[in-house]
């Protein structure tokens, strides 16, 4: 079997991934041999080979998965490989499959111990300064406490379900049954950029206007 050079280069935050593809496109034959085979090499070669699942879609009336499919995850010296196969897919690769590989860096974990630890912190710090920002615009007046008291629970409603997910993804990390190519706050980063760009944004105007606020004084009449 012959692969194909370099088919697409991605970076996303820092961790790059390489897509290759069988120069043939369609490969003959059917496709549980072929990763098992694919898997006993991988093997002979130093890599661990850590699962093979299926994959296909799921029949909406049983509610099952009808394979069409298969996926391999193994990994070496801090490199991840996944390799796939897919059957029926295209009307060409009637009698054959549809084959394919990416390989991504694994995250060391230092990564994963600074990102608990920062989350840990980043939690820590914000509900002291929540904490402050209540009592310094409690008894305060004007436009810059509106904007403090407004500004403050927006940057939450974006930042706090963030934050969650990342907490649920690295829990779901001790779990995994194979390595995983991005530390536990990628996804949340990634497909959640613009609603932390937004939330710190806002956080930022509540800080500003939490200082112009004053330092609390008791108001008139109080």
């Known amino acids: 079997m012959g692969w194909g050079s370099l088919g697409r280069h991605d970076e996303d935050f820092e961790f790059a991934s390489y897509d290759f593809l069988p120069s043939a496109e369609f490969l003959v034959g059917r496709y549980r041999p072929w990763i098992d085979d694919t898997a006993r090499r991988l093997t002979a070669e130093g890599w661990t080979v850590h699962t093979i699942e299926p994959t296909g879609p799921i029949v909406v009336s049983t509610g099952e998965m009808e394979e069409t499919g298969r996926t391999l995850y193994a990994s070496r010296d801090g490199l991840i490989l996944e390799v796939g196969t897919e059957n029926g897919v295209y009307p060409s690769s009637a009698g054959g499959f549809v084959s394919w590989a990416e390989l991504n860096r694994e995250p060391p974990w230092w990564l994963t111990a600074t990102g608990a630890a920062a989350w840990l912190l980043g939690g820590l710090l914000s509900w ?95």
């Open 128 to 222: 002291l300064t929540c904490t402050w920002a209540n009592r310094r615009t409690r008894t305060a007046s004007g436009t810059a406490r509106v904007v403090a008291v407004s500004a403050l629970p927006a940057a939450l409603l974006f930042l706090v379900p963030l934050s969650a997910t990342g907490a649920v993804a690295f829990m779901a990390e001790l779990f995994r049954t194979h390595p995983f190519p991005q530390p536990f706050w990628g996804l949340s980063s990634t497909y959640g950029w613009g609603c932390a760009v937004l939330g710190l944004f806002l956080l930022l105007v509540a800080l500003v206007a939490t200082l112009t606020a004053g330092s609390g004084r008791p108001r008139s009449g109080t």
